[in-house]
């Protein structure tokens, strides 16, 4: 393709990330990138607005001091154990990049969060790949037996949504090996957060993002919590600015609109148990997930996906093994998910 | 510092890129980071605003198709041939990422944009410094006789400002070598751009801004232009949703402004003769520079320098080699520039 000197083998043999579909033009009801399906609070709208002014041609903080102060303050740790990042998956490459990398070995389960495989591509990282068990009730044995030097966990875990008993976490936090929890979507959980849990654990790395429970995603922030030292090296290869301006101030008032977003999430959790019911009823097999979004098996999964995308309703389909016979399905306002089930309730399911 | 397992040799040694001050409070006179001095144009302000909407919780479009569709146009090339990112210390990470890393030689001049030097110790790439003789009339002959896979040159050069003879850039052109010509300050330059000239070589890069010459250093966009192979390989270890949604609207919005913009880069080519000649006036050493600062030499600098912050005037001290004798100053509205001339008047310069 290139030369000159052309680029490293490993980066011309990788298989960049796929992101759901953003669908152009109207009309679309979107339940493919688990987004936040409430308005943003009103402190939020008007942070951004307030920034539309002179100061845009200034550079920002570029260690976002008043929003790690404030997140601090959320989680009850020091404001130097938080790096912020252009969305939890700067956070996550610059993990890849600081501590795993080439000649590493890097555990995940599967199926997970697939932008871990193209991380550890891009980083000439050795993936090791721990199938769990098809209801994925607990963490698969062999990442007790195996040797690997980092692990990246979601959790909840997607596509599936699940958590695991405390003791296998307590497990795999006991190696000493370094673990890094993606808690994406904890605020939609029933399940206490790990974060509470293993805070002062110095192998342990949570990541956060404002993309999902806070409905930033069009915006771009996330941020990692670890010990200090940690933090400092993930300083080092952290782009000069990495967060701007606009970003920084609507992160911080969404996080001031905390009770606003705590009570759309608990309607998201409302709305994932009456949809799971209405999956059901339809004979879909749903897992008890306790993310944003819902995991529903069918045989005609595939045929479904498309025939709800012809009526402009869109969820995802994963083509690969263990999850072709399933949609994710983001959960949406009250009246989305009712769109999304009477489309269902129209289509004669079993009889394709 | 970190166990499990630490960071890896070459990112813990890393001695992280030091950005400007950004100072807190009001009443500073900023003339140290190479910003924009002018308000932005009303329809970039009209941009942001609308972007705080219901849309801020939909995920950006990942590969910026209408920024990337004007910039083509602004540029008179395809579309598929730009890649835009969060700041161009992305783009620039990006190629050290792909083309340059472990065991590559990487050249650059001194002194130069220092980011590079940091982006070679993150990807464990051997950098080769090439001197530039006092005035930086000419490319460093070193540059030609030595081997190396990568050259990354800024164009103007900072710190002061720099441009070569065209027969110097098309040598350096022809090595076939990757050349990465960096233009984050090329909108300020009385002299044409390389992108005019080589636009089509399949060996080099452009990168640009938006934080000079557009003054949208507070929203991070920058873009690099390049043959599509290359494009190609940058998109692989991108981030997913690398710019906002904010901050594509409002390059957008600059963009379609560009007269606007240009005016006022004018002025400021303007302003930047007129403070050269005060500041000669004054005893400095004044060296031509093209950007939207100027390097000025004077015995004192460094006490200089100081006396100007305890005023709260911020300019730029370089306590490097070659450098030491001068501060670096950023062109100012006109009446900043006045601020700064009348502090330096008050000041006994040779009296110290």
């Keep these: 393709m290139t030369e000159f000197p052309g680029p490293h083998p490993h980066i011309a043999a990788l298989e960049p990330y796929v992101p759901g579909e953003q669908p152009h033009g109207d009309g679309w009801v979107k339940m493919n990138t688990n987004e936040f399906p409430y308005p943003a609070a009103a402190g939020v709208v008007e942070a951004i607005r307030r920034e539309a002014a002179d100061s845009i041609r200034i550079y920002p903080d570029p260690v976002c001091t008043l929003l790690r102060e404030t997140l601090a303050e959320h989680h009850g740790v020091e404001p130097s154990r938080i790096l912020v990042g252009n969305g939890s998956d700067e956070i996550l490459r610059m993990l890849f990049h600081a501590f795993v990398g080439q000649g590493r070995r890097v555990a995940i389960v599967r199926p997970t969060y697939t932008l871990f495989e193209v991380l550890a591509g891009m980083f000439a990282a050795n993936i090791q790949n721990h199938e769990l ?5 607990r963490l698969p044995e062999s990442l007790f037996d195996e040797k690997w030097d980092a692990c990246f966990l979601p959790l909840p875990n997607p ?3 699940s958590v695991f008993p405390d003791g296998d976490l307590d497990r795999l936090v006991g190696t000493g090996r370094m673990i890094i929890l993606d808690g994406a979507y904890q605020d939609f959980s029933e399940y206490a957060d790990p974060l509470e849990r293993h805070a002062d654990r110095p192998n342990v790395v949570f990541t956060r993002t404002f993309s999902k429970s806070y409905g930033l995603a069009g915006l771009r922030v996330g941020y990692g919590i670890a010990v ?5 090296d993930l300083h080092r ?4 600015y990495n967060v701007n301006r606009v970003s920084q101030a609507a992160a911080l008032a969404a996080l001031e609109a905390s009770g606003y977003y705590r009570e759309r999430c608990d309607q998201i959790m409302k709305s994932r148990r009456q949809l799971a019911q209405d999956l059901t009823a339809l004979g879909f097999r749903v897992h008890p997930g306790q993310a944003n979004f819902l995991f529903a098996r069918h045989p005609r999964a595939e045929i479904i996906f498309r025939e709800l995308k012809g009526q402009k309703i869109l969820v995802r389909y994963f083509d690969q093994a263990g999850l072709k016979d399933g949609v994710r399905i983001t959960i949406g306002g009250p009246k989305e998910n009712q769109v999304l089930v009477n489309a269902l ?3 004669d399911l079993n009889g394709y």
Aim: net charge negative; hydrophobic share 35%; aromatic share 0%.
């Design 237 to 240: 290869i952290r782009d000069s």
């Design 159 to 161: 596509p599936l949504g």
């Design 228 to 232: 200090a030292g940690v933090i400092t």
């Design 345 to 347: 309730k129209s289509m």
């Design 133 to 137: 068990a098809p209801e994925h009730e």
